[in-house]
């Protein structure tokens, strides 16, 4: 008799913060591919994964913006059941000095590699859903509900990102996907580290979101019993 086959997740941003936090939650349950740009903290991540237990790990070093490498790098994945946007860059400024290069640079991170990677991976992610359902969820923002002076092309850019995701939902629903849009506040995460510099504030890491804290939301979109729809998930720092 045949062991069961185990689901396979596919995250991007993997190689630190929320993606690498989601990849140790998720490895007890998925097999996994690991996406990123740091080849060797990607393979550092798959062999203490493997280390640990029972989990197949492959790792896909690439950049999501050159489309030849990313198409070349998703091919042969005939079926992925879930698939998590963690990947993202944060580039702060008012509107008066953000060049249109940031703006471009933003969008094309944060969502135009986002729907290529899925546009890329739906057949996979419907033939899951055919079966036993599958999900995408996307790593958004609290920026991706409220604008704030100095933060306009990354809330444009996260705003389009909620958008994409409604729209993405659906369309899909009737394959068996669920999309989740997670928006967490400030997370503690050599990104947030580059945010407070640019604020002129020091640094205290205590005073925001642990990434295990949103690795739970997001695992918790993809557990959910198949009756339920976890759409959109808030999550704000306690205090």
């Known amino acids: 008799m045949t062991a069961p086959r185990r689901p396979l997740a596919l995250i991007t941003g993997a190689s630190q913060g929320i993606g690498a936090a989601t990849a140790r939650l998720l490895a007890p349950r998925y097999d996994l591919v690991l996406g990123g740009r740091d080849e060797k903290r990607l393979e550092a991540l798959a062999g203490e994964l493997t280390e640990a237990g029972p989990v197949a790990v492959r790792t896909v070093a690439v950049e999501l913006t050159d489309d030849d490498a ?93 958008a994409f995701g409604d729209a993405l939902r659906a369309e899909e629903s009737g394959h068996g996907i669920r999309v989740t849009s997670v928006h967490p506040g400030r997370v503690d995460t050599a990104m947030q580290e580059r945010v407070v510099a640019h604020e002129g504030g020091e640094y205290d890491g205590s005073r925001f979101l642990r990434p295990e804290s949103v690795g739970a939301a997001i695992l918790a979109a993809l557990t959910a019993t198949r009756d339920a729809h976890l759409t959109e998930i808030v999550v704000r720092p306690q205090g």
């Open 70 to 162: 990313l198409t070349a790098a998703l091919d042969g994945i005939d079926r992925l059941d879930a698939l998590v946007h963690s990947a993202g860059v944060g580039e702060l400024g008012t509107v008066a000095e953000t060049t249109a290069q940031t703006w471009r640079h933003q969008f094309d991170v944060n969502v135009v590699a986002v729907a290529e990677t899925t546009r890329l991976l739906l057949p996979a992610l419907r033939a899951a859903g055919a079966d036993t359902g599958a999900d995408v969820v996307l790593v958004n923002s609290g920026s991706g509900i409220t604008a704030r002076a100095g933060w306009g092309s990354y809330a444009a850019s996260k705003f389009a990102l909620r």
